[in-house]
Structures are given as structure tokens and as C-alpha cells.
């Protein structure tokens, strides 16, 4: 039988199959190809330069005895490394290119004699925790569902989450969007979802990072030439969870990079999750592609939970944490602790820290005066209608006025700025906005936040209305 390239490499990849993890052999070994053999010497196919380095750096030592077991100990291997100019929507991990088609992809070789030590090489991702092949997930293992409790507020995007994390990829829930203001849940939730995937699945490469830490190693891998790395290694996740989407708002580049990723993800069968401050309808200076792919799956809005759901966030709190408490005191910072569950538990928190610091009971009184201050340091949101009429007083009209379908300058004016504020001081959607403020459609609203914007830095006379309305709005 003839000794060729194919076969020799298949009797290698024999060996190694039996001598490794198979996720590493999956990821690592599958997508090699055998090109040639020349003597001594195989030349196999490696999609990037990232992955050779990879190889070399830890598996050196087993390709090196599966090699010599088949071409003895002079045994040589070179690597091919592809160099490709774009990504688009490639699958470089996956992918086996017929050789009829691989005239067209640039290639360097890599000769590497076995007598070499194994180089010093670092991932050229900033992300702790890589060691080995075993990629750490940077979850927070105490976020789980059992301490997220469910309540109307969160009853869909808590039980969506649930449903991803017993079938990863599998549902129509590709991607889960989960948005909503400060303080709901949003990084909880999504942190309860990969722990629970990584309980269910473990085998699965589970990874969850900061839109803003994704930013700076997509800039960090552009200044060192390696975006295809940084690419092909986001490609190998199964489960990709990115929070405070939002942030991507403005950055091209990094968009177009998330772009090819969430494309490469989604046709592979992967699960990405998403979490946010606002409703994609809602978010300015992304692209359109993106969120209509934002789109593709199911957005689930976290809301402020209702009195109910405060009063057994705080008892739970308090039964995981061994403290006991009078149920008046509980229903009183939940009564007065409404937007944020940040703060709620703050609140306790507080509460009980006074209590043994100062080795105070626990009163109402003491209550009132830890909600004192958490109130009165939080900044108190305004109403929608509120904002309405401080903007037609300044104006000298009518709400009805200012909710007209009337195109005079004056009243555009002051209803682009009812609309600029209404965006500034509530958690309103866009589209709430404008429905509130006469029947208009979040791209009016839209308009409007950009126009007081533009006019507040060339009009002298505008800045000083918006100036002075500031003033009367805030508390």
C-alpha cells in the first residue's frame, strides 16, 4: 500500500485521538489537512499562524511521537499556514478547502525540526484564566437562577434563559437579547446561564466578557496585526455572552469583527447572548445589520420589579445570609426602594452592617434612616408628563400646544426638547417617549435628541433654553 501524505497523517491522528481531550482533538487536530509528504517530511494545512503557534506551544510532544512512529526518528514536519486577506463569512476552524481551491489562498510555510524547544508563546488575547487548551469561562459562579428570583418583572427573560441554558444553540432563542435599566438583573441573568450551562455541559467552551473589554482586544489585536487570531479564537466558543452590548455603539470596526463572529456563531449552531441598557429599536450608532441579527432571536426585558418581588429578593438575601429581620422593616425598604435591585440589597446590606458595627437592634427607625440616604442619594426620575408641562410653562403654551401636529418653529423647538429631556431623565423607551409626547415614532424622538444636541453647540439662544430647563427639571 502506498505511503501517502493522507495516510500517514490519519495514522497520527489515530494516535492522538486516543492520547487527548476529545474537544482538543475536535478543535485543534480536525481541521488540519495533509498536503504533502516529501521524505521525511509532512507538510499539513493550519488555518491561521495563531493556530500553529498553538500546536507548537503545547502539543509539540505528541505530534512529535505520533511522527516519528510513522517516519522515524528524522522525522520532519512543516506546517502550512494560510494567510488569508479577508475573513468574511469563512469558517477557518472548520472548513476543509478542496485543493482545487487552494491556489487561491496564500500560504507560509513553517519548517520545524523536532529537535527545536517548544517556543515561549503567549495567547495573544488578554483574557485570564487561558491555560493549556482549556479556555476559562470568567463567570461568577455564586450568579445562578436559584438566587435570581422570578417575579412578572423578569418571568420571561428569566425563564428564556433557563430555556438556552438546558439546550445551548438549540432553541429559537439565538441570540437572547436581555436589556433593561441599571441594577434589574442583566449581568446576573447572564451569568446564571452559563454556569448553568457549564454544570449541564462541561465540555462545552463557555465564555463570558465585557463589550468593552471585546473593544479593546479587537483594538489591541489590529495594532498587532493578528485580527484573524482574535477572530478564529472568538470562532471556537460555544457559548459566547457579551454584556453591555450597547457599548459597541459608534465603533465600526469592532462591529464589522462582531459582525463576521455572531454570523460565524449562529450558522455553526452556537449560542451568543447579549445583555444591554436598552431595546434594539433603541440603540443609536449601530449598525443595521447588527440589529437585525439582535432581532433574529428573542429580546427579553428585565423591569422594575413590583413590591411583591422586592420584598422576596430582600428575604432571600437575608436567608442566605443567615440574618433575620421583622417582616415591617423588610416591607418598609421595599416599599421605598423601587427602581433598582442594586440598591435594594444595598439597602439591607447597610441595614445590617449598622446594626452589628454600632450594636444597634434593628428598628424601623434605623430603616428609615439607611433609605434616607439611599434615596436621597439617588438621582429621583421624573415623569414624562412632568417634563411636558415644566417645558410648556418655559415656553408660555399648553401641553396640547406642544403635542400638536403643528410645524411652527417655537413649538417644534420646545417639543424636540420636551423629548431631549424625557430621554435624559427617564428609562422611557424612544418609542414611549414618542407615543407620550404626540403620538410620534422613536425616529422622531430620535431626531429630536440629535437636533437639541446640534443646536445647544451653534445657537447661544438655544443653549441658554436648554440650560434653563436643566435647572428647573433637576431635583
Not at 509528504?37 to 503557534?53: D, H, M, R, T
Not at 438556552?164 to 433593561?180: C, D, E, R
Request: hydrophobic share 40%; proline share 3%.
Amino acid at each position: 500500500m502506498e505511503i501517502t501524505a493522507e495516510s500517514v497523517w490519519n495514522n497520527c491522528l489515530n494516535f492522538i485521538k486516543d492520547n487527548i481531550q476529545p474537544q482538543a482533538y475536535k478543535t485543534w487536530f480536525e481541521p488540519i489537512q495533509a498536503v504533502k509528504l516529501s521524505g521525511n517530511a509532512l507538510s499539513i494545512q493550519v488555518p491561521s499562524k495563531f493556530f500553529y503557534e498553538w500546536l507548537e506551544e503545547h502539543y509539540v510532544k505528541i505530534l512529535k511521537v505520533a511522527l516519528t512512529k510513522e517516519l522515524g526518528k528524522d522525522a520532519k514536519l512543516v506546517y502550512v499556514i494560510r494567510m488569508e486577506n479577508t475573513y468574511g463569512n469563512k469558517q477557518p476552524f472548520t472548513e476543509k478547502i478542496p485543493s482545487a481551491n487552494r491556489t487561491a489562498v496564500k500560504s507560509q510555510e513553517v519548517d520545524v525540526p523536532f529537535n527545536n524547544k517548544s517556543p515561549e508563546l503567549k495567547n495573544p488575547f488578554i483574557i485570564p484564566g487561558i491555560r493549556n487548551v482549556k479556555i476559562e469561562s470568567q463567570l461568577n459562579p455564586s450568579y445562578t437562577f436559584e438566587n435570581f428570583l422570578e417575579g412578572d418583572s423578569n418571568r420571561l427573560a428569566r425563564n428564556a434563559g433557563i430555556a438556552v441554558a438546558n439546550k445551548p444553540g438549540g432553541t429559537s432563542f439565538n441570540p437572547l437579547l436581555i436589556f433593561g435599566g441599571v441594577g434589574l438583573g442583566k449581568t446576573h441573568l447572564a451569568h446564571a446561564i452559563g454556569v448553568d450551562i457549564k454544570d449541564k455541559y462541561p465540555e462545552k467552551t463557555v465564555l463570558y466578557i465585557s463589550a468593552e473589554k471585546f473593544t479593546q482586544q479587537y483594538i489591541d489585536s489590529v495594532k498587532k496585526n493578528n485580527r484573524n487570531d482574535f477572530i478564529h479564537f472568538y470562532q471556537i466558543i460555544d457559548v459566547l455572552i457579551i454584556d453591555d452590548v450597547q457599548f459597541l455603539s459608534g465603533k465600526t470596526g469592532t462591529q464589522d469583527v462582531f459582525f463576521h463572529i455572531f454570523n460565524h456563531l449562529h450558522q455553526n449552531g452556537k449560542q451568543v447572548v447579549l445583555t444591554s441598557d436598552k431595546a434594539p429599536v433603541d440603540m443609536q450608532d449601530i449598525e443595521q445589520r447588527l440589529l437585525s441579527r439582535f432581532k433574529w432571536g428573542l429580546s427579553a426585558e428585565l423591569q422594575t420589579p413590583d413590591f411583591e418581588t422586592r420584598v422576596s429578593i430582600l428575604k432571600n438575601k437575608l436567608y442566605r445570609d443567615g440574618v433575620e429581620m421583622p417582616d415591617d422593616i423588610v416591607e418598609y425598604v421595599a416599599k421605598h426602594i423601587k427602581t433598582n435591585v442594586r440598591e435594594l440589597e444595598g439597602a439591607i446590606i447597610s441595614l445590617i452592617a449598622q446594626s452589628s458595627f454600632n450594636k444597634k437592634e434593628i428598628t424601623l427607625n434605623l430603616a428609615k434612616d439607611i433609605v434616607d440616604k439611599f434615596v436621597k442619594n439617588t438621582k429621583r426620575e421624573v415623569s414624562i408628563d412632568y417634563i411636558q408641562k415644566v417645558v410648556s410653562d418655559y415656553f408660555q403654551m399648553d401641553v396640547s400646544t406642544l403635542q400638536s401636529k403643528t410645524r411652527k418653529r417655537h413649538i417644534v423647538q420646545a417639543r424636540q426638547l420636551a423629548m431631549f429631556f424625557a430621554k435624559k431623565y427617564t428609562k422611557a423607551s424612544l418609542a414611549s417617549i414618542g407615543s407620550q409626547i404626540g403620538q410620534r415614532d422613536h425616529a422622531t424622538v430620535l431626531h429630536a435628541c440629535k437636533t437639541v444636541d446640534n443646536l445647544s453647540s451653534t445657537d447661544k439662544q438655544f443653549r441658554k433654553y436648554v440650560e434653563d430647563l436643566a435647572k428647573k427639571l433637576s431635583l
